[in-house]
C-alpha cells in the first residue's frame, strides 16, 4: 500500500558535519517527492523536490537523491548550522492518485 | 507579501461544541487542502478542493467539513462528531493538484477544554 516512512526518527549531527536525512517509499508508481523543514509551532516549509525522472536535484547546502530501484530518498544537508534543526519530512505524489503521502518525519538536532 | 495565513493560532473546543478555522491565501492559487497533525506523526489529509465549490473527502474526513465559496478561503469546520479533535490543524495551497509542492500557514493548535 502505499506508505511513507523514515529509517530513523531522531538524528544528531555536530555543525558543520553534513547530515542525510533517509526515507523509504512503497509505491513505484509514485512520481513526484518533496522535502519539508518544520520547525516548531510552524508550519512545513518547502526545501526541494525532485521528479521521478531525475536522480538527484542540488539546492542551496541540500540535495535530494531518489534511488527508484529501491524506493529510496535521501536529503542531505551540507555543513549543518544550528538554524537547521528542525523535523524533516518526506512526501510522495502517486500518479493518478492525487495525494501527498507524508512520512513521519525525522527530528534533526545540531550539537554545537 | 503573498502566503497563507491560519486564525486563529490556538483555539479551545468545549465538549458537544463546533468550531471553526480560518483559513486565507492570497497566492491565487486554485487548490486548498486541510491537514491534521498529531504528535511524533505525519500528516493526514482531511479535506482538499480544487475548484471554488468543490471539495473531496481525505483519508481523515469523518467530524469534519469543509466549504469553498471563495478561491482565497478554504474554512474548516471541527463538528461535535469528531471526538479526537486534538491536534495541530495546518492548511496548503498550490498551483494545482498534484506534481506542485504545498505551501503551507503556520497552523491552528486545537484543544479540548
Known amino acids: 500500500g502505499e506508505s511513507v516512512g523514515l529509517h530513523l526518527p531522531t538524528l544528531s549531527v555536530q555543525e558543520g558535519d553534513n547530515s542525510i536525512i533517509n526515507c523509504a517509499y512503497s509505491?513505484?508508481?509514485?512520481?513526484?517527492f518533496i522535502w519539508y523543514k518544520q520547525e516548531s509551532g510552524k508550519g512545513p516549509q518547502f526545501i526541494i523536490d525532485i521528479r521521478s525522472n531525475m536522480d538527484k536535484r542540488q539546492g542551496q547546502r541540500v540535495t535530494v537523491l531518489l534511488n527508484k530501484t529501491v524506493k529510496h530518498l535521501s536529503l542531505q544537508i551540507a555543513a549543518t548550522q544550528p538554524g537547521d534543526s528542525a523535523v524533516y519530512f518526506c512526501?510522495?505524489?502517486?500518479?493518478?492518485?492525487?495525494?501527498?503521502?507524508f512520512g513521519q518525519g525525522t527530528r534533526l538536532t545540531i550539537n554545537p | 507579501d503573498g502566503g497563507i495565513t491560519q486564525s486563529p493560532k490556538y483555539l479551545f473546543r468545549k465538549e458537544g461544541q463546533n468550531v471553526t478555522l480560518s483559513c486565507e491565501q492570497n497566492?491565487?492559487?486554485?487548490?486548498m487542502y486541510w491537514y491534521r497533525q498529531d504528535p511524533g506523526q505525519g500528516l493526514r489529509l482531511i479535506y482538499y478542493?480544487?475548484?471554488?465549490?468543490?471539495?473531496q473527502k481525505g483519508d481523515i474526513a469523518e467530524g469534519y467539513s469543509v466549504s469553498r465559496e471563495k478561491k482565497e478561503s478554504f474554512p474548516l469546520t471541527v463538528t461535535s462528531a469528531q471526538k479526537n479533535p486534538t491536534a495541530f490543524y495546518l492548511c496548503?495551497?498550490?498551483?494545482?493538484?498534484?506534481?506542485?509542492?504545498?505551501?503551507f500557514g503556520d497552523g491552528t493548535r486545537l484543544s479540548i477544554l
Open positions: 496548503a495551497s498550490s498551483l494545482e493538484r498534484s506534481n506542485q509542492p504545498l505551501h
Open positions: 509505491n513505484s508508481a509514485s512520481d513526484y
Open positions: 478542493s480544487q475548484i471554488v465549490n468543490d471539495f
Open positions: 512526501a510522495e505524489n502517486v500518479q493518478g492518485a492525487q495525494k501527498l503521502v
Open positions: 497566492l491565487n492559487h486554485d487548490a
